[in-house]
Protein backbone atom coordinates (compact mmCIF):
# COMPACT_ATOMS: atom_id res chain seq x y z
CA UNK A 1 0.00 0.00 0.00
CA UNK A 2 1.37 3.23 -1.07
CA UNK A 3 2.20 6.12 1.32
CA UNK A 4 -0.59 8.91 1.58
CA UNK A 5 0.90 11.86 -0.10
CA UNK A 6 -0.29 14.50 1.99
CA UNK A 7 -0.44 15.13 5.84
CA UNK A 8 -3.84 16.20 6.67
CA UNK A 9 -7.07 16.89 4.21
CA UNK A 10 -9.63 19.23 5.23
CA UNK A 11 -13.14 18.32 3.63
CA UNK A 12 -16.48 19.77 3.01
CA UNK A 13 -15.11 23.34 3.24
CA UNK A 14 -16.12 26.93 2.37
CA UNK A 15 -12.90 28.22 0.86
CA UNK A 16 -12.11 31.73 0.59
CA UNK A 17 -9.36 31.11 -1.45
CA UNK A 18 -8.79 35.25 -2.65
CA UNK A 19 -7.40 33.60 -5.75
CA UNK A 20 -9.20 34.38 -9.01
CA UNK A 21 -11.82 36.12 -10.18
CA UNK A 22 -15.10 35.35 -7.93
CA UNK A 23 -16.03 37.09 -5.20
CA UNK A 24 -13.56 36.59 -2.15
CA UNK A 25 -11.98 33.31 -4.51
CA UNK A 26 -15.13 31.25 -3.12
CA UNK A 27 -14.98 27.64 -3.62
CA UNK A 28 -18.07 25.48 -2.40
CA UNK A 29 -18.03 22.44 -1.05
CA UNK A 30 -13.99 22.48 -1.32
CA UNK A 31 -11.24 20.91 -0.07
CA UNK A 32 -7.64 21.53 1.26
CA UNK A 33 -4.81 19.79 1.64
CA UNK A 34 -1.49 20.20 4.34
CA UNK A 35 1.93 18.51 3.43
CA UNK A 36 4.87 19.70 5.31
CA UNK A 37 3.85 22.94 6.44
CA UNK A 38 2.59 24.15 2.64
CA UNK A 39 -1.05 23.70 1.21
CA UNK A 40 -0.47 21.43 -1.56
CA UNK A 41 -4.10 21.22 -2.95
CA UNK A 42 -7.48 23.21 -3.47
CA UNK A 43 -10.15 22.63 -5.08
CA UNK A 44 -13.57 21.01 -4.99
CA UNK A 45 -14.44 18.20 -3.31
CA UNK A 46 -15.30 16.43 -6.49
CA UNK A 47 -12.06 17.41 -8.25
CA UNK A 48 -10.21 15.24 -5.49
CA UNK A 49 -7.98 13.07 -7.80
CA UNK A 50 -8.20 9.76 -5.16
CA UNK A 51 -10.76 8.67 -2.24
CA UNK A 52 -9.26 11.03 0.50
CA UNK A 53 -8.40 7.90 2.58
CA UNK A 54 -5.65 7.25 0.23
CA UNK A 55 -4.77 10.41 0.05
CA UNK A 56 -3.97 11.96 3.31
CA UNK A 57 -2.83 10.61 6.70
CA UNK A 58 -5.23 12.28 8.32
CA UNK A 59 -8.89 13.43 6.73
CA UNK A 60 -11.43 15.91 8.80
CA UNK A 61 -14.86 17.09 7.49
CA UNK A 62 -15.72 20.74 8.59
CA UNK A 63 -19.63 20.73 7.59
CA UNK A 64 -19.24 23.75 5.90
CA UNK A 65 -17.07 26.04 7.77
CA UNK A 66 -15.37 28.84 6.24
CA UNK A 67 -11.71 28.47 5.81
CA UNK A 68 -9.44 31.53 5.14
CA UNK A 69 -6.12 32.42 5.08
CA UNK A 70 -4.61 32.66 8.21
CA UNK A 71 -5.20 36.81 9.05
CA UNK A 72 -2.21 39.00 8.74
CA UNK A 73 -1.90 42.34 11.36
CA UNK A 74 0.20 44.02 9.52
CA UNK A 75 0.81 47.27 12.01
CA UNK A 76 1.20 47.16 16.25
CA UNK A 77 3.10 48.58 18.75
CA UNK A 78 1.72 44.92 20.71
CA UNK A 79 4.53 45.24 22.94
CA UNK A 80 4.59 48.24 25.99
CA UNK A 81 4.90 48.83 29.60
CA UNK A 82 1.80 50.18 31.51
CA UNK A 83 -1.38 51.81 29.60
CA UNK A 84 -3.10 54.75 29.17
CA UNK A 85 -6.17 55.01 30.01
CA UNK A 86 -5.84 58.02 31.95
CA UNK A 87 -5.56 59.45 28.66
CA UNK A 88 -8.56 57.76 27.49
CA UNK A 89 -10.80 59.65 30.24
CA UNK A 90 -8.37 63.00 29.35
CA UNK A 91 -9.99 62.90 25.44
CA UNK A 92 -13.27 62.04 26.95
CA UNK A 93 -13.41 65.53 28.90
CA UNK A 94 -12.11 67.27 25.79
CA UNK A 95 -8.30 67.44 25.77
CA UNK A 96 -6.93 66.87 21.67
CA UNK A 97 -4.14 64.10 21.18
CA UNK A 98 -1.68 66.84 20.37
CA UNK A 99 -2.76 68.66 23.83
CA UNK A 100 -1.47 65.37 25.90
CA UNK A 101 1.75 64.75 23.52
CA UNK A 102 2.94 68.28 24.06
CA UNK A 103 1.77 68.17 27.74
CA UNK A 104 4.06 64.94 28.26
CA UNK A 105 1.57 62.25 27.90
CA UNK A 106 1.23 60.45 24.62
CA UNK A 107 4.34 58.00 23.19
CA UNK A 108 6.39 59.19 25.77
CA UNK A 109 4.75 58.36 28.92
CA UNK A 110 4.33 54.83 27.54
CA UNK A 111 8.62 55.42 26.55
CA UNK A 112 9.01 55.68 30.59
CA UNK A 113 6.86 52.82 31.58
CA UNK A 114 8.73 50.91 29.00
CA UNK A 115 12.09 51.86 30.13
CA UNK A 116 11.10 50.82 33.55
CA UNK A 117 9.98 47.29 32.93
CA UNK A 118 12.29 44.04 32.96
CA UNK A 119 12.50 42.39 29.38
CA UNK A 120 10.86 39.38 31.54
CA UNK A 121 8.31 42.06 32.61
CA UNK A 122 7.32 43.57 28.96
CA UNK A 123 6.61 39.80 28.21
CA UNK A 124 4.35 39.28 30.77
CA UNK A 125 2.31 42.18 30.22
CA UNK A 126 2.46 42.10 25.87
CA UNK A 127 2.05 38.14 25.78
CA UNK A 128 -1.70 38.09 26.57
CA UNK A 129 -2.18 40.72 23.89
CA UNK A 130 -0.67 38.37 21.23
CA UNK A 131 -2.83 35.52 22.57
CA UNK A 132 -5.61 37.07 22.11
CA UNK A 133 -4.63 38.30 18.21
CA UNK A 134 -4.14 34.68 17.71
CA UNK A 135 -7.30 33.76 19.05
CA UNK A 136 -9.07 35.54 16.86
CA UNK A 137 -7.80 34.15 13.77
CA UNK A 138 -4.11 36.30 13.79
CA UNK A 139 -1.00 33.67 12.35
CA UNK A 140 1.14 36.57 11.38
CA UNK A 141 1.65 39.64 13.02
CA UNK A 142 3.97 42.53 12.81
CA UNK A 143 5.41 44.15 16.02
CA UNK A 144 7.38 47.59 16.02
CA UNK A 145 9.65 48.94 18.34
CA UNK A 146 9.86 53.01 19.25
CA UNK A 147 8.52 52.94 22.74
CA UNK A 148 12.06 52.51 24.45
CA UNK A 149 14.54 55.11 22.05
CA UNK A 150 18.08 53.93 23.24
CA UNK A 151 19.41 51.03 22.66
CA UNK A 152 18.60 48.61 25.76
CA UNK A 153 15.51 49.28 25.66
CA UNK A 154 14.84 49.18 22.36
CA UNK A 155 16.63 45.80 22.26
CA UNK A 156 14.24 44.24 24.62
CA UNK A 157 11.54 45.25 22.86
CA UNK A 158 12.40 43.35 19.92
CA UNK A 159 13.25 40.67 21.46
CA UNK A 160 10.02 40.06 23.30
CA UNK A 161 8.48 40.31 20.00
CA UNK A 162 10.87 37.37 18.41
CA UNK A 163 10.12 35.24 21.58
CA UNK A 164 6.12 36.10 21.42
CA UNK A 165 6.73 34.48 18.14
CA UNK A 166 8.28 31.27 19.42
CA UNK A 167 6.17 30.84 22.31
CA UNK A 168 2.61 30.79 20.23
CA UNK A 169 4.17 29.20 17.19
CA UNK A 170 2.80 32.29 15.03
CA UNK A 171 5.10 34.39 12.59
CA UNK A 172 6.23 37.63 14.05
CA UNK A 173 7.68 40.42 11.89
CA UNK A 174 9.55 42.97 13.41
CA UNK A 175 10.03 47.16 12.62
CA UNK A 176 12.26 49.40 14.18
CA UNK A 177 10.23 52.66 14.68
CA UNK A 178 13.16 54.75 16.39
CA UNK A 179 11.76 57.64 14.91
CA UNK A 180 8.67 57.66 17.13
CA UNK A 181 8.77 60.52 19.82
CA UNK A 182 11.75 62.47 20.64
CA UNK A 183 12.61 61.33 24.08
CA UNK A 184 13.01 63.84 27.00
CA UNK A 185 16.79 63.63 27.37
CA UNK A 186 16.76 65.08 23.89
CA UNK A 187 14.28 67.61 24.18
CA UNK A 188 16.29 70.29 23.22
CA UNK A 189 18.94 68.43 21.09
CA UNK A 190 16.57 66.88 17.67
CA UNK A 191 19.75 66.57 15.46
CA UNK A 192 21.29 64.50 18.17
CA UNK A 193 18.43 62.31 18.48
CA UNK A 194 18.10 61.58 14.64
CA UNK A 195 21.76 61.28 14.71
CA UNK A 196 21.71 58.11 17.39
CA UNK A 197 18.99 56.66 16.01
CA UNK A 198 20.20 56.31 12.49
CA UNK A 199 23.92 55.60 13.20
CA UNK A 200 23.69 53.88 16.88
CA UNK A 201 20.72 52.28 17.15
CA UNK A 202 19.57 51.12 13.72
CA UNK A 203 22.77 49.32 12.67
CA UNK A 204 22.96 47.47 15.93
CA UNK A 205 19.89 46.38 16.46
CA UNK A 206 20.11 45.25 12.26
CA UNK A 207 23.10 43.28 13.22
CA UNK A 208 21.71 41.27 16.13
CA UNK A 209 19.21 40.14 13.84
CA UNK A 210 16.30 41.83 15.33
CA UNK A 211 14.87 43.92 12.27
CA UNK A 212 13.00 43.03 9.11
CA UNK A 213 11.60 46.79 8.31
CA UNK A 214 12.20 50.39 9.54
CA UNK A 215 9.49 52.66 10.52
CA UNK A 216 9.09 56.48 11.53
CA UNK A 217 6.38 58.85 12.31
CA UNK A 218 6.14 61.48 10.09
CA UNK A 219 3.82 64.30 11.71
CA UNK A 220 3.72 67.69 12.87
CA UNK A 221 4.25 66.01 16.26
CA UNK A 222 6.58 63.51 15.12
CA UNK A 223 9.51 63.74 12.74
CA UNK A 224 9.68 65.99 9.59
CA UNK A 225 10.19 64.75 5.84
CA UNK A 226 13.75 65.39 6.16
CA UNK A 227 14.54 63.45 9.25
CA UNK A 228 12.46 60.76 7.66
CA UNK A 229 14.51 60.16 4.54
CA UNK A 230 17.70 60.27 6.53
CA UNK A 231 16.19 56.93 8.74
CA UNK A 232 15.25 55.47 5.20
CA UNK A 233 18.28 56.52 3.52
CA UNK A 234 20.23 54.42 6.70
CA UNK A 235 17.45 51.70 5.90
CA UNK A 236 18.33 51.41 2.42
CA UNK A 237 22.01 51.28 3.27
CA UNK A 238 21.23 48.29 5.33
CA UNK A 239 19.45 46.45 3.16
CA UNK A 240 16.30 47.01 5.13
CA UNK A 241 12.57 48.16 3.58
CA UNK A 242 11.17 50.77 4.93
CA UNK A 243 7.45 51.73 5.83
CA UNK A 244 6.08 54.75 7.44
CA UNK A 245 3.26 56.76 9.72
CA UNK A 246 2.04 58.96 7.05
CA UNK A 247 -0.33 61.55 7.04
CA UNK A 248 -2.35 60.63 10.32
CA UNK A 249 -2.81 64.32 11.61
CA UNK A 250 -1.71 66.44 8.57
CA UNK A 251 -0.32 66.05 5.34
CA UNK A 252 3.27 65.90 5.09
CA UNK A 253 4.10 64.66 2.00
CA UNK A 254 5.23 61.60 3.52
CA UNK A 255 3.09 59.36 1.53
CA UNK A 256 5.42 60.25 -1.64
CA UNK A 257 8.38 60.06 0.47
CA UNK A 258 8.10 56.36 1.21
CA UNK A 259 6.88 55.84 -1.73
CA UNK A 260 9.91 57.26 -3.46
CA UNK A 261 11.91 54.47 -1.17
CA UNK A 262 9.91 51.76 -2.70
CA UNK A 263 8.43 51.00 0.58
CA UNK A 264 6.44 48.42 1.74
CA UNK A 265 3.51 50.74 3.25
CA UNK A 266 2.20 53.92 4.20
CA UNK A 267 0.10 53.78 6.99
CA UNK A 268 -2.95 55.90 8.59
CA UNK A 269 -3.52 58.31 5.90
CA UNK A 270 -6.66 60.56 6.22
CA UNK A 271 -5.43 63.46 5.10
CA UNK A 272 -3.63 61.63 2.13
CA UNK A 273 -3.38 63.99 -1.24
CA UNK A 274 -3.55 62.69 -4.66
CA UNK A 275 -0.35 62.74 -5.47
CA UNK A 276 0.74 60.93 -2.90
CA UNK A 277 -1.84 58.29 -3.97
CA UNK A 278 -0.33 58.64 -7.40
CA UNK A 279 3.03 57.89 -6.33
CA UNK A 280 1.86 54.68 -4.10
CA UNK A 281 0.77 53.40 -7.27
CA UNK A 282 3.41 53.87 -8.98
CA UNK A 283 5.89 52.46 -5.99
CA UNK A 284 2.93 49.54 -5.47
CA UNK A 285 3.40 50.75 -1.90
CA UNK A 286 0.45 49.37 0.35
CA UNK A 287 -2.08 51.80 2.11
CA UNK A 288 -2.64 50.37 5.58
CA UNK A 289 -5.88 51.85 7.08
CA UNK A 290 -6.17 52.28 11.40
CA UNK A 291 -9.66 52.07 11.93
CA UNK A 292 -8.91 51.52 15.67
CA UNK A 293 -7.04 54.97 16.09
CA UNK A 294 -10.04 56.40 13.87
CA UNK A 295 -11.79 54.88 16.00
CA UNK A 296 -10.55 56.23 19.63
CA UNK A 297 -9.43 59.62 18.65
CA UNK A 298 -12.97 59.97 17.31
CA UNK A 299 -11.69 61.60 13.66
CA UNK A 300 -13.81 63.11 11.07
CA UNK A 301 -11.51 63.20 8.67
CA UNK A 302 -11.87 60.10 6.30
CA UNK A 303 -9.12 57.97 4.14
CA UNK A 304 -9.71 58.62 0.76
CA UNK A 305 -11.02 55.79 -0.10
CA UNK A 306 -12.29 56.66 -3.68
CA UNK A 307 -9.22 57.44 -4.86
CA UNK A 308 -7.13 55.03 -3.40
CA UNK A 309 -9.21 52.67 -5.45
CA UNK A 310 -9.15 54.42 -8.81
CA UNK A 311 -5.50 54.28 -9.06
CA UNK A 312 -5.44 50.52 -7.75
CA UNK A 313 -3.49 50.68 -4.65
CA UNK A 314 -3.82 47.86 -2.73
CA UNK A 315 -5.51 48.81 0.92
CA UNK A 316 -4.73 46.58 3.83
CA UNK A 317 -6.18 46.91 7.27
CA UNK A 318 -4.33 46.66 10.78
CA UNK A 319 -5.25 46.97 14.43
CA UNK A 320 -2.58 49.35 15.56
CA UNK A 321 -2.70 47.67 18.27
CA UNK A 322 -1.25 50.35 20.95
CA UNK A 323 -2.05 51.83 24.45
CA UNK A 324 -2.52 55.34 23.25
CA UNK A 325 -5.22 55.57 20.43
CA UNK A 326 -5.81 51.77 19.83
CA UNK A 327 -6.18 49.62 22.48
CA UNK A 328 -7.60 47.06 19.95
CA UNK A 329 -7.52 43.08 20.78
CA UNK A 330 -9.13 42.30 17.16
CA UNK A 331 -8.23 42.32 13.94
CA UNK A 332 -11.52 40.86 13.03
CA UNK A 333 -13.09 43.93 14.12
CA UNK A 334 -11.10 46.14 12.64
CA UNK A 335 -12.03 44.51 9.28
CA UNK A 336 -15.48 44.79 10.32
CA UNK A 337 -14.78 49.43 11.38
CA UNK A 338 -13.22 49.51 8.17
CA UNK A 339 -16.43 48.56 6.37
CA UNK A 340 -18.33 50.70 8.93
CA UNK A 341 -16.50 53.68 9.46
CA UNK A 342 -14.55 53.83 5.95
CA UNK A 343 -16.92 52.22 3.84
CA UNK A 344 -15.18 49.03 2.41
CA UNK A 345 -17.48 46.34 1.13
CA UNK A 346 -17.04 43.13 3.55
CA UNK A 347 -14.41 41.65 0.54
CA UNK A 348 -11.89 44.48 0.33
CA UNK A 349 -12.00 44.33 4.42
CA UNK A 350 -11.05 40.60 4.37
CA UNK A 351 -8.26 41.45 1.47
CA UNK A 352 -7.34 43.52 3.72
CA UNK A 353 -6.35 41.38 6.65
CA UNK A 354 -4.88 38.64 4.07
CA UNK A 355 -3.30 38.91 1.13
CA UNK A 356 -3.06 42.70 1.02
CA UNK A 357 -1.61 42.85 4.81
CA UNK A 358 0.78 40.10 3.14
CA UNK A 359 2.06 42.39 0.53
CA UNK A 360 2.43 45.43 3.41
CA UNK A 361 5.10 43.20 5.26
CA UNK A 362 6.62 42.11 1.87
CA UNK A 363 5.61 38.48 2.21
CA UNK A 364 4.74 36.69 -0.90
CA UNK A 365 3.98 33.16 0.55
CA UNK A 366 0.63 33.63 2.53
CA UNK A 367 -2.72 35.64 2.24
CA UNK A 368 -3.99 32.90 -0.05
CA UNK A 369 -5.20 29.60 -0.55
CA UNK A 370 -3.13 28.49 -2.99
CA UNK A 371 -0.89 25.52 -3.53
CA UNK A 372 2.52 25.93 -2.70
CA UNK A 373 1.66 28.88 -0.06
CA UNK A 374 2.22 28.61 3.39
CA UNK A 375 -0.37 26.27 5.14
CA UNK A 376 -1.31 29.18 7.20
CA UNK A 377 -5.23 28.88 8.08
CA UNK A 378 -8.03 30.12 10.08
CA UNK A 379 -11.51 27.62 10.16
CA UNK A 380 -14.15 29.79 11.54
CA UNK A 381 -17.44 28.69 13.20
CA UNK A 382 -19.28 30.66 10.16
CA UNK A 383 -19.91 29.93 6.56
CA UNK A 384 -20.26 33.56 4.62
CA UNK A 385 -17.26 35.73 4.28
CA UNK A 386 -19.17 38.85 4.89
CA UNK A 387 -19.93 37.23 8.28
CA UNK A 388 -16.49 37.65 9.87
CA UNK A 389 -17.56 41.64 9.22
CA UNK A 390 -20.61 41.33 10.27
CA UNK A 391 -20.49 39.82 13.71
CA UNK A 392 -19.61 42.41 15.89
CA UNK A 393 -17.42 41.04 18.83
CA UNK A 394 -17.37 37.11 20.27
CA UNK A 395 -15.85 34.35 19.30
CA UNK A 396 -16.20 32.55 15.77
CA UNK A 397 -12.81 30.98 15.36
CA UNK A 398 -12.41 27.14 15.41
CA UNK A 399 -8.87 26.69 14.69
CA UNK A 400 -6.14 27.97 13.46
CA UNK A 401 -3.05 26.33 11.57
CA UNK A 402 0.29 28.08 11.00
CA UNK A 403 2.92 26.39 8.57
CA UNK A 404 0.05 23.22 8.51
CA UNK A 405 0.37 23.01 12.26
CA UNK A 406 -2.70 23.84 14.64
CA UNK A 407 -1.77 26.48 17.31
CA UNK A 408 -3.77 27.24 20.46
CA UNK A 409 -6.71 29.34 20.01
Same mark, same amino acid.
Given at each position: ?? @????????? #????? =????????????? $????????????????? @????????????????????? !???????? !????????????? /???? #??????????????????? #????????????????????????????????????????????????????????? $?????????????????? =????????????????????? @???? /?????????????????????? *????????????? @???????????????????????????? +??????????????? %?????????? !???????????????????? /????? =?? +????????? $???????????????????????????????? =?????? *?????????????????????? %??????????????
Amino acid at each position: MS @EPRWDRLLL #NATLA =TFVGDTPCGLVER $GAIALHHGRIAWVGRMD @ELPDAPGTLAAAVESLDGALV !TPGLIDCH !THLVFGGDRAQEF /DLRL #NGASYEEIARAGGGIVSTV #NATRAASEEQLFAQSLPRAQALLADGVSTLEIKSGYGLELDSERRMLRVARRIGREL $GISVRTSFLGLHALPPEY =TDRRDDYVALACDELLPALAA @EGLL /DAVDAFCENIGFTRGETHRVFE *RAQQLGLPVKLHA @EQLSDQDGAALVAEFGGLSADHLEYLSE +PGIKAMAAAGTVAVL %LPGAFYALRE !TKLPPIALLREHGVAIAIAT /DCNPG =TS +PLLSLRMAA $GMACTLFRLTPEEALRGVTVNAARALGLHDRG =TLAAGQ *RADLAVWKVKRPAELCYWIGGS %LVREVYVGGESVTV
